[in-house]
């Protein structure tokens, strides 16, 4: 890997945003994803050799290292500020068409549940893998999930419940999915939810943790 490439790697790795950040302690004054990534593109490395050289290979060691609990919530949180900082400068070549995604992800809290964080997380590293993420925050109805994929009609959908009483819901925003977008991959997640749960409600697959999700859709 070339050595600046490498260097927003570890720095989406190390959740090093840029070089105001003094987190982490040991590369305090020095720059950041930010700054690398905008001089990636001065020195004239392509957005995409800067997408999936460094953003994605680095997003992709944070989210093995977060399955093998060797990473927690806070890390993995200051990584996805890091990629977001190199984002910033990548999105106008979304807008191009020069940098184009993966597909579309939509995600959401099902009603009745205003959990965030693992949905936050998910979002964050699907995104730095990649894909469009719509996120449609927590409390969000059957109704709007449909509509949002009637604006997007192959997007794959993750829902997330946090609580044993919202679980009802998700299988009927499962349900309704299936009825409406047969062929539409649906991934779910959440504390209280498990494979046969999963299974039971009609989904494509229970991801336990934010890189299971991940790796399921890139092998869509």
Request: charge should be negative.
């Amino acid at each position: 890997m070339n050595q600046i490439l490498e260097q927003i790697s570890i720095c989406i790795q190390k959740g090093k945003v840029d070089s105001k950040m003094a987190y982490p302690p040991e590369m305090k004054g020095m720059p950041g994803a930010d700054e690398l990534t905008k001089a990636a593109l001065d020195e004239g490395f392509s957005a995409n050799d800067i997408l999936s050289g460094a953003l994605i290979h680095g997003m992709g060691i944070v989210g093995d290292l977060f399955r093998e609990k060797r990473l927690f919530v806070p890390q993995v949180l200051m990584s996805a500020m890091a990629m977001k900082a190199a984002m910033v400068h990548l999105k106008p070549f979304f807008s191009s068409g020069e940098l184009k995604q993966k597909g579309t992800f939509i995600i959401g809290t099902v009603a009745g549940d205003l959990h965030d964080i693992g949905k936050n997380l998910t979002a964050m590293m699907i995104e730095g893998a990649g894909w469009r993420v719509i996120d449609l925050g927590t409390d969000v109805k059957t109704e709007r999930f449909l509509e949002v994929l009637n604006e997007n009609g192959n997007a794959v959908v993750g829902l997330s419940a946090l609580l044993t009483t919202t679980m009802e819901q998700m299988e009927r925003s499962v349900k309704a999915i299936r009825e409406h977008f047969p062929e539409n991959r649906i991934v779910v997640g959440g504390a209280p939810v498990n494979s046969e749960f999963a299974k039971r409600i009609g989904a494509s697959l229970y991801a336990p943790n934010p890189q299971v999700a991940v790796e399921y859709i890139n092998s869509i």
